[in-house]
């Protein structure tokens, strides 16, 4: 016979971990996590470091907001967050972030050590790490420039269950790249780095103008995109829709260059996986897959991002009007190109 259990409350490192399961898949994860806060933060340069794929050292620096003392400890806390406060904050948020949950379920996997300076001042800043089972919050002095660095080390050095599931250093650094590339095209206005065993990958310079976003393009998707991409920028009922659309003759074998973005937040949506796939459908060989770069903005009222704990999946409010604005938008696009009239062109 099974002896009776008493019921007890989870010890935080547990509860943490359990909730990790979630979030933290593997190292682009990780990266994931940790640069939407460096973009929460108001950051104009984002730097990310890996060594062995992630799976050794991940470090996202940014020259943002930083956190002040008495914040620090909280910062590894679950359910501790500085983006809302209330119900009707979250159904406006803005923020990449508002979970709470990131940081301290990363702590609960890996060696995470945050330095943080919210002061001009280069010889202020803290240091936090959460140690134990009960993630007791360890702050000391460390003096960094203004902003935050996040080192995370080891990860999953303490479920090997989940180490396990962790692939070549190729293959994960792979994934690192392709969440770095999503987040580099969700804000020109962001200088970006990327750094794998001590060398640079990426350096991508800020920049809104037309020129900056094509070389930014260029450099992460390579030149042909734009080659045989249309631009578009278009707007109706409160939506606009800007960004590149890949010309029928330059699909893919793989859906694997489509980015699209709702108010700078990376999307996978079956409504917008649906309307595009229409627009195309009368000009793409069966099988092809179009490449795009798309923006979606709208009011973020209309949207839900409280959806999925990954963030990947949003609710609209009027989920058909949103559809069918996206499908006349490309559609027309399209048309127009193969009509060759002037308003839509190359790049
Ligand atoms: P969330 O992003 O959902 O609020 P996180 O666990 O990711 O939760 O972060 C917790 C809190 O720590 C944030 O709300 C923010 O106040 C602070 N924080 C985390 N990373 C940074 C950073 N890079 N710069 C400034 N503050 C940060
Ligand atoms: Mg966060």
Redesign the pocket.
């Known amino acids: 016979m099974t002896e009776q259990r008493r019921i007890r409350i989870l010890d935080p490192r547990l509860a943490n971990q359990i909730a990790a399961g979630e979030v933290v898949e593997r190292p682009a994860s990780v990266v994931k996590?940790?640069v939407?806060?460096?973009i929460?933060?108001g950051?104009s340069r984002i730097e990310v470091e890996l060594e062995a794929g992630g799976a050794r050292l991940i470090r996202?620096r940014?020259d943002?907001?930083?956190?002040g003392e008495d914040?620090l400890p909280?910062?590894?806390?679950?359910h501790?967050?500085?983006?809302?406060v209330s119900l009707e904050e979250l159904e406006g948020v803005a923020?990449?972030?508002?979970?709470?949950?990131?940081?301290?379920?990363?702590s609960s996997v890996s060696r995470l050590e945050?330095v943080?300076n919210?002061a001009e001042d280069p010889t202020a800043g803290w240091r936090v790490v959460a140690e134990g089972r009960n993630m007791e919050p360890r702050v000391s002095p460390a003096p960094h420039p203004r902003?935050?660095s996040?080192t995370v080390r080891d990860l999953f050095f303490n479920t090997p269950a989940r180490r396990k599931f962790l692939r070549t250093e190729k293959t994960e650094f792979g994934h690192v790249e392709e969440a770095f590339r999503r987040q580099a095209l969700s804000r020109y206005d962001i200088g970006w780095t990327l750094r794998h065993n001590h060398k640079t990958v990426h350096q991508l310079r800020p920049g809104e103008d037309m020129a900056s976003r094509e070389r930014r393009i260029a450099a992460l998707l390579g030149k042909a995109f734009l080659e045989h991409a249309l631009h578009l920028d278009l707007e109706a009922s409160g939506l606009r829709l800007w960004g590149w659309v890949g010309l029928p003759t330059h699909s893919r074998a793989q859906a694997d260059q489509q980015y699209f973005f709702v108010n700078g937040r990376v999307v996978r949506d079956r409504l917008v996986a649906h309307a595009v796939r229409q627009a195309y459908r009368d000009v793409l060989f069966h099988g092809r897959h179009p490449v795009f770069v798309l923006y979606l903005e709208v009011d973020p009222s209309v949207v839900d991002v409280n959806v999925h704990p990954t963030k990947h999946e949003v609710r609209f409010r009027d989920g058909r009007l949103v559809h069918d604005f996206l499908f006349s938008s490309l559609h027309r696009a399209l048309g127009e190109a193969r009509a060759g009239q002037p308003g839509v062109g190359p790049g």
């Open positions: 996590e940790l939407e806060n460096a929460d933060a950051s996202v940014d943002g907001s930083g956190i914040d909280l910062a590894l806390s679950r501790a967050t500085s983006k809302i923020s990449l972030g508002f979970r709470g949950e990131a940081l301290a379920s990363i945050l943080s919210p902003g935050t996040v």
